[in-house]
């Protein structure tokens, strides 16, 4: 974070290096924004109504959530002030006083986004400067990826999962590492349980699939239930084999437990860093 003081412009920058030419890195951020920037409950304005992120490529163009199959029922987050395919974009928020650059610059056989969010003296942030904090972790990893993924958006699942640990953070960080969850957003470190505010909301969030967990904290005066089988979540996988060996190589054979198929499914149960069970199981049981 650039600019100390309160006579200061305030800045927020990040950047990413992306395996694409400069003009093609344009191309995906503005075409493809649908695709790369990940949907989720807290993700967009209206999450709930969500049915589309729109760029308009010109200048004067709007940036879109579209809430409609029309496209007429829209929320206008941001203007196109700057065009320059392969070299620059630039946005003025039209929902606080937030301006963004996004710059593409070859590296290599590679470009360099970098983003530079900035309020001026006065300004309001009302979310605007999120570019800086989404284009790393999102947009990076879907151009490296784009190649074998499909070209449809990645809603997330009818139904989500929330799962309270002694140390969520903590517990979050072994599900991806153990189990390989994904996460749309990086994991805390530190001290756990951190006060919510630590986390920007209160809960964290995995990806199993389509499917959202949520991690959250006991409830105050709760303990763990090592061991308890009160819920058993089901997990359904292309590679069950796969995820077994994940889970014996990182957590030990203990919490692997015994891969078979008594019904023609194969699955096994695994025993996570707070004792609780989850069932991994084949995702298509003819295979």
């Known amino acids: 974070m ?20 400069p003009g093609v890195a344009f191309s995906v951020f503005t075409d493809e924004l649908d695709l790369w920037w990940v949907r989720g409950p807290i993700n967009h304005f209206s999450g709930g109504r969500m049915r589309a992120m729109r760029c308009e490529p010109e200048v004067g163009g709007r940036l879109l959530e579209v809430y409609d199959e029309a496209g007429d029922d829209v929320l206008e987050l941001a203007r196109v002030t700057a065009w320059e395919p392969g070299r620059r974009l630039a946005l003025e928020s039209s929902l606080d006083d937030v301006a963004t650059e996004v710059t593409f610059e070859p590296v290599g056989e590679g470009t360099r986004v970098r983003v530079v969010a900035t309020v001026p003296v006065g300004g309001r942030d009302a979310g605007g400067t999120v570019w800086a904090r989404v284009v790393p972790k999102w947009f990076g990893p879907w151009v490296r990826q784009r190649d074998e993924a499909p070209r449809s958006v990645r809603d997330i699942a009818r139904l989500g999962l929330t799962v309270r ?59 763990a239930r090592r061991g308890g089988d009160r819920d058993l979540p089901w997990v359904y996988v292309d590679d069950v084999e796969a995820v077994h060996r994940r889970v014996r190589e990182r957590a030990g054979e203990a919490a692997a437990g015994t891969l078979g198929s008594p019904w023609g499914l194969p699955f096994f149960d695994a025993t996570d860093c707070e004792g609780r069970r989850w069932r991994f199981a084949q995702a298509r049981p003819t295979m």
């Open 165 to 223: 640990y002694e140390r969520p953070a903590a517990a979050a960080r072994w599900l991806a590492d153990v189990f390989g969850f994904e996460t749309p957003d990086s994991l805390p470190r530190g001290e756990d349980p951190l006060p919510h505010t630590d986390y920007g909301h209160p809960w964290l969030e995995l990806r199993a699939g389509g499917a959202s967990v949520v991690i959250e904290p006991l409830p105050d005066g709760e303990s």
């Open 2 to 21: 650039a600019g100390t003081g309160r006579d200061e412009a305030m800045t927020t920058s990040s950047e990413v290096k992306v395996p694409v030419p």
